[in-house]
């Protein structure tokens, strides 16, 4: 017995009872330690919001010197995700049709929370700026407004005499009441406690699920690329000055192409078009499995791939893209890794959700060989698909094989301080995207062959694409 516990005994055979002052004491050490634990109680709450606002790419750092895929730390994925708030310098150039730019950007001002670019997204994801497009349930023109939203919304904004969804002016102007009214809704709600989330996500949530919807679901406390709000994110580059978001230095993923529109799964008009006749020629030996179709499905899902800076930057970093795939599949050749005896090495067991799929389930797949348990359940998730518990999708269906490596390429800075996409498009050049790729074992004289291939790679790529690789000091890590 413990000279303290002894004490007590004592004590209580003396005294038979606690005494008044004793009892006083318990009571104001009770009311005392009220404080420290509704503090600990509130700490444990906000742990929990942060946690489920990032997701599990928080969590998704491997500290494997040896991991070539591991997401790596720094710069918010949050914010690598989202796509930027569509508050950069308007670039009416995107628009098609120069007649649409005014009303577009008059018709942005109808609150603060809406701008130029966020509308020309939200107009081309809807109809491709298509103002005579009939949708379902009677949508029609630019926006594809319900007949019961326009009815409510809609005016005569171009003084023809009557209010239309077919025509362009009033559609613009009614999508434009219709979106500040719900981000007054989605504003109330944050307000109230209601939701989580930033107020554009949760404004283009409503406008896509109703805002009944959004406070049902407590808003997105869970990041879903797989959504319109981050589909219509990813095409805000094509409506910003410089191809990117200037409120975020991130990237700008998004998720499938819409219906009836491949207008960015291939860039047109500005010479970075891969052809399937090129990709062909590129890797001539390849798997079947690697298709030209999945590739071009897979840029459509992240359409800032390609089509950020100027013609000559597109280029090299599609060229930057097939070289470092080139290389991780020795030409498009192998699905899975070759090295068999490896394969069990790639379960973090300290992992809350385990390795469901079994221990050898997460070895290298696909373009860049996704591996480790806790890629999968990061790449699963941004993309919208199970891939923790059906790993062998990434080696049975091309397009989930080609999303997992440009949602690394896009999204990932692994053993470097920025993305493959981030390092090729701000002049880091090619050595820039071997360092985040696997600089952990091939750069600063790791593995100097392995880099030599992947730079003479990217080499017959550029010339391939008809551009001069860069400087020659940025290519080689």
Not at 89 to 108: K, M, T
Request: hydrophobic share 40%; charged share 20%.
């Amino acid at each position: 017995m413990s000279k303290l516990a002894a004490a007590r005994a004592a004590q209580q055979t003396a005294t038979g009872r606690l005494g008044a002052t004793q009892l006083t004491w318990l009571l104001l050490s009770m009311v005392g330690m009220f404080p420290l634990a509704a503090m600990a109680a509130l700490a444990l709450i906000v742990l929990v919001i942060i946690i489920l606002l990032s997701g599990s790419q928080l969590t998704s750092y491997s500290p494997d010197p040896e991991s070539t895929l591991g997401p790596g730390a720094g710069g918010s994925v949050l914010t690598q995700l989202a796509g930027g708030d569509g508050r950069g310098r308007f670039d009416s150039s995107g628009v098609p049709d120069a007649d649409l730019v005014a009303p577009i950007e008059a018709a942005a001002r109808e609150c603060d929370l809406l701008t130029p670019v966020i509308l020309a997204a939200q107009i081309e994801y809807a109809s491709d700026f298509d103002a005579d497009k009939e949708g379902q349930e009677g949508r029609k023109g630019l926006s594809q407004l319900t007949p019961e939203v326009f009815a409510q919304y809609g005016e005569d904004d171009d003084d023809s005499g009557e209010a239309s969804a077919l025509d362009p002016e009033d559609s613009i102007h009614a999508h434009a009441r219709w979106f500040c009214h719900l981000a007054e809704e989605t504003q109330r709600m944050l307000d109230d406690k209601k939701v989580v989330g930033d107020h554009l996500t949760l404004t283009l949530m409503a406008w896509d699920q109703g805002t009944a919807a959004v406070e049902a679901q407590g808003g997105m406390p869970v990041i879903l690329l797989d959504s319109y709000p981050f589909r219509v994110r990813g095409l805000f580059a094509g409506y910003t000055v410089g191809g990117t978001d200037t409120s975020t230095a991130s990237p700008t993923p998004s998720v499938p192409p819409r219906a009836g529109s491949n207008k960015r799964v291939v860039p047109e008009g500005d010479g970075t078009v891969l052809t399937g006749s090129t990709f062909d020629a590129m890797f001539p030996g390849r798997n079947a499995f690697y298709t030209y179709a999945g590739l071009t499905d897979a840029m459509a899902t992240f359409p800032a791939f390609a089509t950020t800076g100027d013609e000559r930057t597109r280029k090299r970093e599609l060229a930057a893209f097939l070289a470092n795939v080139d290389h991780e599949t020795e030409g498009l050749v192998h699905v899975d890794e070759i090295d068999r005896a490896a394969w069990g090495t790639y379960c973090d067991g300290s992992r809350p959700y385990g390795c469901p799929a079994g221990r050898t389930a997460y070895h290298g797949r696909g373009p860049l060989q996704l591996s480790w348990n806790y890629n999968y359940q990061a790449a699963g998730d941004a993309l919208g698909v199970d891939l923790l518990g059906n790993p062998d999708l990434v080696a049975t269906d091309p397009a989930v094989a080609w999303r997992t490596a440009l949602w690394f390429w896009m999204t990932q800075s692994g053993a470097g301080t920025t993305t493959p996409h981030a390092a090729i498009t701000g002049g880091a050049g090619f050595g820039g995207t071997v360092r985040s790729i696997n600089g952990a074992l091939e750069c600063g004289g790791g593995n100097p062959g392995q880099v030599r291939d992947r730079v003479d790679a990217y080499r017959r790529f550029t010339e391939a694409l008809g551009v001069d690789p860069g400087d020659e000091g940025t290519l080689s890590c």
